[in-house]
T-cell receptor, first 113, second 114 residues
Framework: GENVEQHPSTLSVQEGDSAVIKCTYSDSASNYFPWYKQELGKRPQLIIDIRSNVGEKKDQRIAVTLNKTAKHFSLHITETQPEDSAVYFCAATLSGSARQLTFGSGTQLTVLP | GAVVSQHPSRVICKSGTSVKIECRSLDFQATTMFWYRQFPKQSLMLMATSNEGSKATYEQGVEKDKFLINHASLTLSTLTVTSAHPEDSSFYIC??????????FGPGTRLLVL
């Protein structure tokens, strides 16, 4: 089955700096890669996703890049703000199949004011 | 966007009792719903996949007789923790799949078994 590894487990950045979280996946058939943000005690919220037919996707301060050959994808947050502090999870799956999302272990991002 | 509700948000029960958690997709039909368990500072652990009108598929190590799942309609799935014990205390989160890939999560249920 699919295996997703996520790094780092914790990340602290100064407000205004950029943050990068990286994930690798094992199943080359996976073609859908969402990112979720989870604040303490709350539900995971989908913040951005990317499909394997594109290499990069951007939404304001958030971008995701995908390298299919290397089987890794990354989340980039620019101009970080304190409200970006949360746990971020990457995930992978094969779109159109019955497979569920396989999640990474999560990254606790802390943005220091 | 798609909205998933979960009830109750938190529950405290005595050891040996059963607890039912409901997961509803409010503005879309979900043929598939998922139940996760999350321990503090850990990732989401998939417990089972719930398909409307059929038996749930449980992940390895999850006792199907202890965690009963029913998906009676396209908008409702329930998880019943039977004969709950303190080690069952956790944060339980459901999600519903709107398209063939996108999952939206419920707000979670915090279960405390005394």
């Amino acid at each position: 089955g699919e295996n997703v590894e996520q790094h780092p487990s914790t990340l602290s950045v100064q407000e205004g700096d950029s943050a990068v979280i990286k994930c690798t996946y094992s199943d080359s058939a996976s073609n859908y890669f969402p990112w979720y943000k989870q604040e303490l005690g709350k539900r995971p919220q989908l913040i951005i996703d990317i499909r394997s037919n594109v290499g990069e996707k951007k939404d304001q301060r958030i971008a995701v890049t995908l390298n299919k050959t290397a089987k890794h994808f990354s989340l980039h947050i620019t101009e970080t703000q304190p409200e970006d502090s949360a746990v971020y999870f990457c995930a992978a799956t094969l779109s159109g199949s019955a497979r569920q999302l396989t999640f990474g272990s999560g990254t606790q991002l802390t943005v220091l004011p | 966007g798609a909205v998933v509700s979960q009830h109750p948000s938190r529950v405290i029960c005595k050891s040996g009792t059963s607890v039912k958690i409901e997961c509803r997709s409010l503005d879309f039909q979900a043929t598939t719903m998922f139940w996760y368990r999350q321990f503090p500072k850990q990732s989401l652990m998939l417990m089972a996949t719930s398909n409307e009108g059929s038996k749930a598929t449980y992940e390895q190590g999850v006792e199907k007789d202890k965690f009963l799942i029913n998906h009676a309609s396209l908008t409702l799935s329930t998880l019943t923790v039977t004969s709950a014990h303190p080690e069952d205390s956790s944060f339980y989160i459901c999600s519903a799949r709107q398209t063939q890939e996108t999952q939206y999560f419920g707000p979670g249920t915090r279960l405390l078994v005394l």
